[in-house]
Nanobody, 118 residues
Framework: QVLLVESGGGVVQPGGSLRLSCTAS????????LAWFRQAPGKEREFLAG????????TYADSVKGRFTISKNNAANTAFLQMDSLKPEDTARYYC???????????WGQGTQVTVSS
């Protein structure tokens, strides 16, 4: 079993930046990929970015490409989401999720709230 814990959320002004962290524990050797999602009130959960746990391949949603960057530190079992040029519409609860090979994302953290407001 893998446990994921997010941190780094908060309140930031439009145009500002935040870096979210997702620390994995447990059977981390079985993680194949890790991704960031977000969900705003009244909206569906949205995929933002994903990264292969054992490599460097990344994918991004068009809505955040060029503004958000996913990265990882395998030694620390931690993934990051650097968010720049934040907009009010980025306000949401942000979750990280992990997947095994040939599965969907099926392990989720508790989320961290990001609020972009002046």
């Amino acid at each position: 079993q893998v446990l994921l814990v997010e941190s780094g959320g908060g309140v930031v002004q439009p145009g500002g930046s935040l870096r979210l962290s997702c620390t994995a524990s447990g059977r981390t050797a079985y993680i194949y990929g890790l991704a960031w999602f977000r969900q705003a009130p009244g909206k569906e959960r949205e995929f933002l970015a994903g990264i292969l746990w054992s490599g460097r391949i990344t994918t991004y949603a068009d809505s955040v490409k060029g503004r958000f960057t996913i990265s990882k530190n395998n030694a620390a079992n931690t993934a990051f989401l650097q968010m720049d040029s934040l907009k009010p519409e980025d306000t949401a609860r942000y979750y990280c999720a992990s997947k095994l090979r040939n599965t969907d994302y099926n392990t989720w953290g508790q989320g961290t709230q990001v609020t972009v407001s002046s």
